[in-house]
């Protein structure tokens, strides 16, 4: 069945993505997937249904009492979920001064109007990697970080990282 795009409650519910043509994911998940028309030239495009994620949880190295963020290494989709979710938390290395963040405007990869709430947590990204802080990913903490989400133990896993135990 081929639709239309339209525009939804938060701009357009489907997004065009390439490399799609071919793939049995556009059958299996039709509740993901659709074939619709381009609104620009009639062709079949495979659209993906957008995702609002209703929280993002981000971690970077630097932000401010107001919420910009400073993302100093690679972003990756850090700066797109924060603009994709109704709310998001940031937790960062470090609060730094608002004057930083208006020293070079064009560093913020995230501005304050996309955060609900601020939170120091230096090392919060282990036992993943927050360049150039700590630049290594713990193997062996995020293996038990692997085995707590399969057991369904992941808040245990959460108090023991906090209290220092793992």
């Not at 913020?108 to 709430?117: C, K, S």
Request: charged share 20%; glycine share 10%; aromatic share 10%.
């Amino acid at each position: 069945m081929i639709h239309a795009l339209r525009a939804g409650a938060y701009g357009i519910p489907f997004m065009p993505v390439g490399g799609m043509w071919g793939s049995d994911l556009v059958g299996i998940r039709p509740e993901f997937y659709q074939i619709m028309k381009s609104p620009f030239d009639g062709a079949e495009v495979v659209c993906v249904k957008a995702l609002a994620p209703d929280y993002a949880i981000v971690h970077v190295q630097e932000a401010d009492i107001y919420g910009n963020c400073r993302i100093l290494g690679p972003s990756y989709q850090d700066a797109l979920m924060a603009r994709a979710a109704k709310k998001t938390i940031v937790t960062a290395e470090r609060i730094v001064g608002s004057y930083r963040m208006q020293e070079e405007p064009k560093l913020t990869a995230i501005p304050h109007f996309l955060v609900q709430a601020v939170v120091e947590l230096p090392g919060g990204a282990k036992p993943g990697i927050c360049y150039p802080e700590y630049q290594g990913v713990e193997w062996d903490k995020h293996k038990a970080y692997q085995k707590a989400v399969k057991a369904d133990e992941v808040q245990k896993f959460a108090d023991m990282m906090l209290e220092g135990r793992l």
